[in-house]
Antibody
């Protein structure tokens, strides 16, 4: 069974870049059967999709964050990563990585999630 | 962007009762690409329903999804203590992917 695990600093200073990595175990990112996403959730609030990446390197981002987001893939380490630049307190949230299955015609829902990691933006 | 509006915000029910949760989309959700997730405190969301009405792996049949177009419903029969949680709907028919704001099912 696939497992996803987020890692990275829990504290980031305002105006700096938030960097997180998701390590996938029990399955291969290189299979080509999935899209790999980042989703975040401020404390006590709802879920916000940040963006996703496919094996080919193709990416898609939430327009609300697009100018500040980079998502990349490292197939040799079975990992994908998130960078969010110019962070403010509004970026404080639990960040999840998640997997969505894909077919020729569509990309499905998020069927596997990491446990989440809290990132606080504060000086 | 498709906006999903869930109602009610909070549902107060007793164990054994039925919960009916609503999710309304600002525009038609393509091919009923609508999912429901359950989230308990301190945990990641768990996929319950996809394709508006198909149960995900290992999800008991007490959870039923229905609807199409812009109106979707999640019904939970015979509430048990472990069912009290927050439930989110999510559309995956268009980008950006969007979630509803959630419905909290709490013990009355």
């Amino acid at each position: 069974q696939v497992q996803l695990q987020e890692s990275g600093p829990g504290l980031v200073k305002p105006s700096e870049t938030l960097s997180l990595t998701c390590t996938v175990s029990g399955g291969s990112i290189s299979s080509g059967s999935y899209y790999w996403s980042w989703i975040r959730q401020p404390a006590g609030k709802g879920l916000e999709w940040i963006g996703r990446i496919y094996l080919s390197g193709s990416t898609d981002f939430n327009p609300s964050l697009k100018s500040r987001v980079t998502i990349s893939l490292d197939t040799s380490k079975n990992q994908f990563s998130l960078k969010l630049s110019s962070v403010t307190a509004a970026d404080t949230a639990v960040y999840y990585c998640a997997r969505a299955g894909t077919t020729v015609t569509y990309v499905g829902p998020f069927d596997s999630w990491g446990q989440g990691t809290l990132v606080t933006v504060s000086s | 962007e498709i906006v999903l509006t869930q109602s009610p915000g909070t549902l107060s029910l007793s164990p054994g009762e039925r919960a009916t949760l609503s999710c309304r989309a600002s525009q038609s959700v393509s091919s009923s690409f609508l999912a429901w997730y359950q989230q308990k405190p301190g945990q990641a969301p768990r996929l319950l329903i996809y394709g508006a009405s198909s149960r995900a792996t290992a999800i008991p049949d007490k959870f039923t999804g229905s609807g199409s177009g812009t109106d979707f419903t999640l019904t939970i029969n015979r509430l048990e203590p472990e069912d009290f949680a927050v439930y989110y709907c999510q559309q995956y028919g268009s980008s950006p992917r969007t979630f509803g704001q959630g419905t909290k099912v709490e013990i009355k």
